[in-house]
């Protein structure tokens, strides 16, 4: 797809925009004085394309999620043809149709381990919802039904709904809506730029994981149901925890006999060069949410990885899980997210992901690490972070508050051609693992531009105490 499909009257859609949408995420204040919306109208490839005629190099894939890229046309064909066949059937009435049953055992070989058995919903916070109620059944049939505190951290996002809130431990969403809900503990998050900036990593390492146990033992072993943490935080700004922290947390779920459940919504289908993150880090998790590159945000669809003793443990007890949603196992999005594993798998998109353009960002994105605004830059696959400060080889932040550099460098990218994010004061990317070398350039090249653009700005500001 090299041109657009459709002549959009842009001023009407704003309008539109600003009368009747309400979008996702948004300070709809500050929506009314831009305007409205900014209205992408096509893409292809790594890039986007918006109503006025720019064109920007996608640095999120989306919202973390389209592995694959644009423009895959055997993606729409699989759609195409699925719906003529079999456009929706539900999955409650002791019914199945032929894609999730397919899907279903692909995810399974590629999670491996004791993971066995996958449960879809659309979202990935209706996967975290379906997993706050799983697990708490399963406490429940085990003759505990007492242990039901899930143990996440500050910092992490597992979703937007009610229960995706709440195991998240982001302070400003819990102030909507009275959250988080009970029976959630927070801890402290592996960032160790942010809050042990200096200390060694592997003391950082043992003392984050020792947070763990400490509320563990602090709430009581027999009231703790889980441990919740993405493997690598994404919304909360692509922290990536020092090695070692992971191992000590699987070894404590395992001492205290707790469920440990890894959020693969971002870190799955191999955006840090393994099929899902835990692999990368060594560790097997009794349960996985998945979402996002299931189907390269295609069609909306996630899945709940399950272990066998979880799910033998269902099968012994019998009755209904009375749990799930009108589109757990929509035929149609699950034949598009068997189609895009077979573009990852056939094009090596994880193993060129771990052993090329992974690599080669963290290179691209250490050069860098000599510019004054630059506090560190981090990757892991195709997932990086640039940390923005006042004094290099510190962590100081501008202003009093963190968090009002990113925005300023972060509108200054899109200017320039480059979708990124600011989270707090970190710009972080995560491009298609389909990108190149040479856009991987043309993406640390913005990102550096715009930094020397944003600096007269941000030196004006009044530095923090």
């Avoid at 630059?374 to 510190?394: C, D, F, K, N, Q």
Wanted: proline share 6%.
């Amino acid at each position: 797809m090299t041109a657009p499909i459709r002549n959009y009257d842009i001023a009407e859609l704003r309008r539109l925009d600003l009368a009747h949408h309400l979008p996702a995420q948004t300070d709809y204040k500050l929506q009314e004085a831009l305007g409205g919306s900014r209205i992408i109208t096509r893409a292809d490839g790594v890039h986007i394309y918006d109503g006025e005629g720019n064109a920007m190099l996608d640095g999120m894939a989306g919202l973390w999620c389209v592995n694959v890229g644009y423009g895959r046309e055997v993606l729409a064909k699989v759609a195409y043809e699925q719906m003529l066949e079999l456009p929706f059937y539900n999955t409650f009435f002791k019914t199945a149709t032929p894609p999730p049953v397919k899907l279903a055992a692909r995810v399974a070989s590629k999670m491996g381990g004791h993971l066995t058995h996958v449960f879809f919903n659309s979202s990935g916070s209706e996967a975290n919802d379906t997993v706050l109620r799983l697990v708490r059944h399963y406490w429940a049939l085990k003759g505990q039904p007492q242990r039901k505190v899930f143990i996440s951290r500050w910092n992490a996002y597992h979703g937007s709904t009610v229960a995706g809130v709440s195991l998240g431990g982001m302070k400003a969403m819990h102030e909507q809506g009275d959250l988080p809900i009970p029976g959630v503990e927070h801890v402290m998050q592996p960032y160790l730029f942010g809050e042990a900036f200096g200390e060694d990593p592997a003391v950082f390492a043992a003392r984050a994981a020792q947070a763990i146990e400490d509320r563990i033992l602090a709430v009581g072993p027999e009231n703790v149901a889980a441990f919740i943490g993405e493997p690598v935080q994404g919304a909360g700004g692509v922290i990536i925890p020092p090695e070692g922290y992971w191992p000590a947390v699987e070894a404590i779920c395992r001492k205290y006999g707790i469920l440990l459940v890894c959020d693969e919504v971002i870190c799955g289908f191999g955006r840090l060069g393994q099929w899902f993150g835990h692999q990368h880090y060594g560790i097997q998790p009794d349960i996985i949410a998945m979402a996002k590159g299931l189907s390269s945000g295609y069609l909306p669809i996630s899945a709940v990885g399950v272990a066998d003793h979880i799910v033998a443990e269902l099968k012994d007890k019998g009755g209904d899980f009375v749990h799930g949603y009108t589109y757990s196992g929509h035929p149609t999005a699950a034949a598009v997210a068997l189609a895009n594993l077979d573009i990852i798998e056939g094009e090596g998109l994880v193993e060129r992901t771990r052993e090329d353009t992974g690599p080669y960002l963290a290179r691209a994105l250490a050069r860098l690490n000599d510019h004054p605004l630059v506090g560190e830059t981090r990757s892991l696959g195709l997932i990086g972070a640039v940390e923005i400060v006042r004094e290099p080889g510190t962590n100081l932040r501008f202003l009093d508050d963190e968090g009002n550099a990113g925005p300023i460098v972060r509108d200054i990218c899109i200017r320039n051609g480059l979708m990124v994010r600011a989270i707090r004061d970190t710009i972080v990317c995560c491009p298609p693992l389909i990108i190149s070398h040479a856009e991987i350039d043309q993406l640390v090249d913005i990102i550096r531009r715009s930094l020397d653009e944003a600096e007269p700005t941000l030196r004006a500001l009044k530095p923090a105490v």
